[in-house]
């Protein structure tokens, strides 16, 4: 079994940060591509950022500038680093990666977080 635990959300002014976290778990053999999706309020859920194992990165062009993901291979963590936020990041912040196990190593499958709420007041 494999699971994905967010942690870092929380209530803050527009203009302030907040660093989120992601900890993969598990009997794990590889973690290939991980990425940070975000669901507003009535909205769909929408890519914020991914990381390829090689670390190259790719962002939404909402975050540009704002936002910086990063990740440990050696802890199975990835980060997302959130500055200058605003209303609009209001969001439910899902971590997803694609992780190989040990009972099928050749096998990347998809795995979510829960979330974590990041609240944003203007």
């Known amino acids: 079994q494999v699971q994905l635990v967010e942690s870092g959300g929380g209530l803050v002014q527009a203009g302030g940060s907040l660093r989120l976290s992601c900890v993969a778990s598990?009997?794990?053999?590889?973690?290939?591509?991980m990425g940070w999706y975000r669901q507003p309020p009535g909205k769909q859920r929408e890519l914020v950022a991914d990381i390829t194992r090689s670390t190259r990165t790719n962002y939404a062009d909402s975050v540009k500038g704002r936002f910086t993901i990063s990740r440990d291979n050696a802890k199975n963590t990835m980060y997302l680093q959130m500055n200058s936020l605003k209303a609009e990041d209001t969001a439910v912040y899902y971590c997803n990666a694609q992780i190989s196990t040990y009972g099928s190593l050749s096998l990347l499958v998809d795995y979510w977080g829960q979330g974590t709420q990041v609240t944003v007041s203007s």
């Open positions: 598990g009997s794990i053999f590889n973690i290939g591509a």
